[in-house]
């Protein structure tokens, strides 16, 4: 989809995590997001879907300013109350963000949502993109797969709030300092990994690019109970639907069993950044506390991901 008339103000269009455009001597960052909840506790689902929200900003290299809420509320089956601390749980990671709620909107609706339409600043030198890795290039992830298979194992009953303290940990940590950690490598290439899986915004990074995708699974940080639990065959729908849409551009070794394509596959809540930059520039992430993994490379190739 093009704009109709930018007069080259729109630097990034769609197909990218977020648009950035030009505006009064400023560069903006606008995206939204919004999401059915992923724990029980109120307060805490706002405060990850406000910090799964602002992750494309970070994704881009940019810097969140202000946010307005959306949310889909059934206001037959929840007391007002529960908005209130879905909304306060926002208030809070957008405050740990440096950013501010100013308003939103809401409607009565069947099923629970909520998310964030979050506007930004970038610098315009230092906007990261989804396309233009480089062969050569490391391939940097930042937080560890398995969110989405444990919230449905959650969902399901299969385990308990207990049992995804990690993972919630994870969904609450913001993307800033690595998306700062990207710019100052001035990475090739840069997206933030969620609903599409690991595999799913691999394939987007690579689309109509010369260049493959070498990734080695032994590399690739899991959380805890993630393979137990889709070896027993409890992984969100999403997953399959991921894995069936990159078939077509992914070569699986033939040791990498279902269960791990599935988990590349799992459609992440919050997850981390995953980032294209040569290899002298990996000493930056080792000298900071930013969790990273190297989980591949880059070759020259026609838009394939090989996972090895």
């Known amino acids: 989809m093009e704009?109709?008339?930018?007069?080259?103000?729109v630097i990034v269009g769609p197909g990218d995590d977020a648009g950035v455009y030009r505006m009064g001597g400023m560069t903006i960052v606008e995206?939204?997001?919004f999401m059915t909840p992923v724990v029980n506790d109120p307060q805490l689902f706002g405060a990850i879907s406000a910090v799964n929200s602002l992750s494309d900003i970070y994704a881009m290299g940019g810097r969140p300013v202000a946010a307005m809420a959306v949310a889909a509320f059934p206001a037959c089956d929840y007391d007002i109350?529960?908005?209130?601390?879905?909304?306060?749980?926002?208030?809070?990671?957008l405050k740990r963000a440096g950013a501010f709620l100013i308003g939103g909107h809401s409607i009565n609706a069947v099923e629970l949502q909520f998310g964030l339409a979050v506007t930004g600043t970038v610098e315009e030198d230092a906007i990261l993109r989804a396309g233009g890795a480089k062969p050569g290039d490391l391939l940097v992830l930042t937080k560890p797969l398995g969110i989405g298979i444990l919230t449905t194992a959650l969902k399901n009953r299969v385990i308990g709030d207990d049992?995804?303290?990690?993972?919630v940990k994870w969904m609450l940590n913001i993307n800033d300092t690595a998306s700062k950690l990207a710019v100052q490598?001035?990475?090739?290439?840069?997206t933030d990994v969620t609903g599409f899986g690991l595999l799913g915004h691999a394939c987007n990074m690579l689309r109509g690019s010369s260049v493959d995708f070498v990734m080695?699974?032994?590399?690739?940080?899991?959380?805890p109970m993630t393979t137990e639990l889709a070896v027993r065959g409890i992984c969100p729908g999403g997953a399959y639907k991921n894995l069936g849409f990159v078939s077509e551009t992914t070569r699986f070794s033939p040791h990498i069993e279902k269960e791990s394509r599935l988990?590349?596959?799992?459609?992440?809540?919050?997850?981390?950044?995953?980032?294209?930059?040569?290899?002298?520039k990996l000493g930056i992430?080792?000298?900071?506390?930013?969790?990273?993994?190297?989980i591949g490379r880059v070759v020259k190739g026609s838009g394939i991901i090989i996972v090895e």
């Open 3 to 9: 704009p109709l008339d930018d007069a080259g103000a």
């Open 31 to 33: 995206t939204v997001d």
């Open 81 to 93: 109350g529960v908005l209130k601390l879905i909304l306060k749980g926002a208030m809070i990671a």
């Open 163 to 167: 049992d995804i303290n990690e993972a």
């Open 185 to 190: 490598a001035r990475a090739s290439a840069c």
């Open 216 to 223: 080695n699974y032994d590399s690739i940080p899991v959380l």
């Open 263 to 280: 988990i590349l596959s799992d459609p992440q809540t919050s997850g981390g950044l995953l980032i294209a930059m040569a290899p002298d």
């Open 285 to 294: 992430f080792e000298q900071s506390d930013v969790f990273h993994a190297v």
